[in-house]
Each structure stands twice: as structure tokens, then as C-alpha cells.
Nanobody, 116 residues
Framework: QVQLVESGGGLVQPGGSLRLSCAASGLIFSWYDMSWYRQVPGKERELVASITKNGGSPNYADSVKGRFTISRDNAKNTVYLQMNSLKPEDTAVYYC?????????WGRGTQVTVSS
């Protein structure tokens, strides 16, 4: 059974930092491109950052470029999202997404709230 479990969310003040983790199990992690998405109520889920199966070609939404960094450790079956200089508009539920040819999976999400 495939599981993607996000952790590291929480409440942080503007300008602060958080590091999200997504631990994968039940799949061959190194076969999957990984992404982080986020969603706020009433809006569509949006892509935040993505990284290829070998850790190359990180891609970011314009709204987070220069502040967020995606990385992965294939030995630990984990993908990370380092979030710095957080803004109130970064408040959302953050989801981990795994995709390979013909298969994709979502995590259940972790809440990030940026507020003073």
C-alpha cells in the first residue's frame, strides 16, 4: 500500500521558516518525480515546487522562487520543502505528490499557517 505522509507544518510568524517532509512507503521512490502542491479553501490546488526522480531540474512557482527549496533523499524515501521568509499568503494545506508513468499518488496534507 502506497503512503505519502507529510509532516513539519504548523503556525509560524511572517518572516519565519518551516521545513516540510514527505515520507514515502510502498513504492520505489527513485522511480517517481516528486512535487509539493498547496491549496486554500475555495481555490484550486496549485503547484509549489517539483523535482525529478534523480534530484535534478527543481522547478518553482513564481510566488515562491528565492524563498522555497525542494530537495529529496532517495536513500530515505523522503522529499523536503524548505520554506523561508514565509508570508501570510503562504498559508495553505501543503500536499506531497508522486508521479511516474501511469501512476500518481497524493499525501493527505499538512497545514501551514503564517500569522502574527
Amino acid at each position: 500500500q502506497v503512503q505519502l505522509v507529510e509532516s513539519g507544518g504548523g503556525l509560524v510568524q511572517p518572516g519565519g521558516s518551516l521545513r516540510l517532509s514527505c515520507a514515502a512507503s510502498g513504492l520505489i521512490f527513485s522511480w517517481y518525480d516528486m512535487s509539493w502542491y498547496r491549496q486554500v479553501p475555495g481555490k484550486e490546488r496549485e503547484l509549489v515546487a517539483s523535482i525529478t526522480k534523480n534530484g535534478g531540474s527543481p522547478n518553482y512557482a513564481d510566488s515562491v522562487k528565492g524563498r522555497f527549496t525542494i530537495s529529496r533523499d532517495n536513500a530515505k524515501n523522503t522529499v523536503y520543502l524548505q520554506m523561508n521568509s514565509l508570508k501570510p499568503e503562504d498559508t495553505a494545506v501543503y500536499y506531497c505528490y508522486a508521479r511516474t508513468w501511469g501512476q500518481s499518488y497524493w499525501g493527505r496534507g499538512t497545514q501551514v499557517t503564517v500569522s502574527s
